[in-house]
């Protein structure tokens, strides 16, 4: 159902985008959202977007570097990396949450996820 794909090596400062394509009806009823996971820590919270796309949400350590967005036309949510560091370096996985209970920023509350994405920033 959903598909990440856009990742890849980039020194720190770099930028990469990333995507991540639905099936239609997943992706006009769920808010998406954006993981990342390293071996060192548990999958953690990057950025979602509502149904609509008015609102957005990211997490501390990437605000004014991200920006999420989605695309109706092509069901594809979007990831711009912008002024990368090494720490960004993770897995990224997107998701889907169709439930309206529970927290934009907790993975248990997604109910479809993809099958990640490298992205590893050099120093």
């Known amino acids: 159902q959903l598909q990440a794909f856009g990742g890849g090596l980039v020194q720190t400062g770099g930028s990469l985008r990333l995507s991540c394509a639905a099936s239609g009806r997943t992706f006009t009823t769920s808010t998406m959202g954006w993981f990342r996971q390293t071996p060192e820590k548990e999958r953690e919270f990057v950025a979602a977007?509502?149904?609509?796309?008015?609102?957005?949400y990211y997490a501390d350590s990437v605000k004014g570097r991200f920006t999420i967005s989605r695309d109706r036309a092509n069901n594809t949510v979007y990831l711009q990396m912008n002024s990368l560091k090494p720490e960004d370096t993770a897995v990224y996985h997107c998701a889907a949450r169709r439930t309206y209970s529970g927290t934009y920023y907790n993975p248990r509350d997604y109910d479809a996820w993809g099958q990640g994405t490298q992205v590893t920033v050099s120093s």
């Open positions: 977007i509502s149904r609509s796309g008015s609102s957005a």
